[in-house]
Structure formats: C-alpha cells, structure tokens
C-alpha cells in the first residue's frame, strides 16, 4: 500500500475541529442528528475546504442525550429514511458553499448495527446511492456492509480501521464500556495502523492477529489528545513512504480484501 487516507469525525462539538483538520484528508461532518446543526455543519464545511480535506457526511441515530453511541430499535426502512435525510442536509450546505459531498461514514451505534445486519446494510447502500451519483462508502473493514456494498459495481467502497480503538479476535470493534477499548498513547496508535497498513494485521485484545485490510483510518475527533495521535501518525506514515490521500470514486476500490 502506497497511499492512505486519514479521518475524523468533526462537526461534532468536541472543540478540536481547528486544530485536527489540517491533519487529515478527509472529514466526516456530523449531520444534525447526533451532533451538530446548520451552523456548525457550515463552519465545519468551510475549514474543510480551507484545508483541502475531502467533505463527508456522518449520519447517526437522533439521541443526542447518547451521542448517537446507543442502538436505537429502527427498521430497514426508517434507518435508509434517516440516512437520505441527513446526507442530503449536509448537501444543501456544502453546495451553497461551492463544496460537494464526497462520501458517506455511519456514526457510533448506527455504524456498528448496520456493520453486522445484511437486511440494514441493503438498506444503507440503497439510500447512499439515491442520495449520490458516485457514492463514496466509508465501512467497517470486514463487515457486512463491507460485503453488500461490493456487490454494487457502481459503489467506491473505502473499508476503515481505527487508531484510536481496540479489537477483538472477530475483527469488531471492542465495546466503549470496556477499559481497554481505546488507545491515548500516540506511540501505540501508530504502532496499531503501521500493522494494518504493512501487513494487514491488526493485534486484538486477546493477543491474536486479525487479518484487516483497509483504505482508510479514522482517529476520532472527541478522543482526548486526537491532535497527537494524527500528528504520530503521519510522522510514522512518512517514515514507511506512505503518501497521504483522500479516496477517489468512480467505482475505485482501496484497500480491498
């Protein structure tokens, strides 16, 4: 792998937003739902653009109460309503300020229940493609949804890894309840993504390897310290030849497994 691209969830009142954008190459805005409202949406779009980092749209459950990190009971239908809702919001935002909206990453609790439910997943990739003439999908590497949107020809499918959470030995994520399922120490987030992209493997809690391909990783904008793990990554990045760059679309699939 020569190139990767690096994200974060912004627009999401972690007051980081400033100084994490000129570090990444793509940004995942918050849509209203879980986090975020017109205001913060358009300022979050204008600093993308300011620093050259690839506009995405984050939709998530509407529990602000729970930041969007609690599985709500919604079916196939009303989780492809949200989606197409939300998504188009950040468009109408985006457009009027001369942007675009190049891809689509799921959020906390709504990411991980669609990550593991086929009959969610059809539906995610449908309402990403009504809402996108070239749809960009940021997944959970190994997924479901992952699976699904392969099967679409006309989809960029872009799986992701994180650096600032831990593993399983099934390739999940591990639980927020638990101590151990994230990872402050910019030396071990960098340790943790020089895995994933030289060898595709990442260390799970448990001590086994997990075979892990991605083409893009996420440091999330509400992990204290986040600042420090993006700048240890790209140091190590460099170090290894890594270039850094946002996903193209046009049916491009990075980091297929």
């Given amino acids: 792998m020569k190139t990767i691209d690096l994200n974060c969830d912004l627009g999401e009142g972690g007051g980081q937003d400033a100084e994490l954008m000129p570090l990444i190459t793509s940004a995942n805005i918050a849509c209203g739902a879980h ?17 050259g980092a690839a506009i995405g749209a984050h939709p998530g459950f509407a529990d602000r109460a729970n930041f969007g990190r609690v599985e709500l009971p919604l079916d196939a239908e009303a989780i492809a309503a949200l989606v197409v809702e939300q998504v188009a919001r950040l468009q109408e935002i985006a457009q009027a300020a001369g942007a675009a909206v190049r891809h689509v ?39 479901e949804l992952e699976r699904v949107a392969r099967q679409s020809p006309d989809f960029t499918v872009v799986p992701e890894a994180f650096a600032d959470r831990t593993y399983q030995r099934d390739g999940t994520l591990t639980p927020r309840q638990r101590p ?47 600042a420090a793990v993006l700048r240890g990554l790209r140091a190590a990045l460099a170090a290894d030849g890594i270039e850094l760059a946002a996903p193209r679309g046009a049916g491009h699939n990075r980091g297929a497994s």
């Avoid at 990872?183 to 390897?209: C, F, N, W, Y």
């Fill in 105 to 143: 990453k799921l959020h906390g609790a709504l990411y991980n229940r669609v990550s593991r439910d086929r009959v969610l997943s059809e539906a995610v990739v449908r309402a990403v493609r009504a809402t996108e003439r070239n749809p960009i999908l940021y997944v959970l590497a190994g997924s």
């Fill in 180 to 226: 151990d399922a994230l990872i402050h120490s910019p030396e071990a987030a960098a340790a943790q993504v020089r895995g994933i992209v030289r060898a595709g493997l990442v260390r799970a809690t448990d001590g086994t390897d997990v075979c892990l391909r991605a083409g893009t990783i996420c440091v999330h904008g509400d992990t204290p310290g986040a």
């Fill in 35 to 51: 986090a975020g409202d017109a205001a913060t949406m358009r300022a979050t779009v204008a600093l993308a653009m300011r620093h």
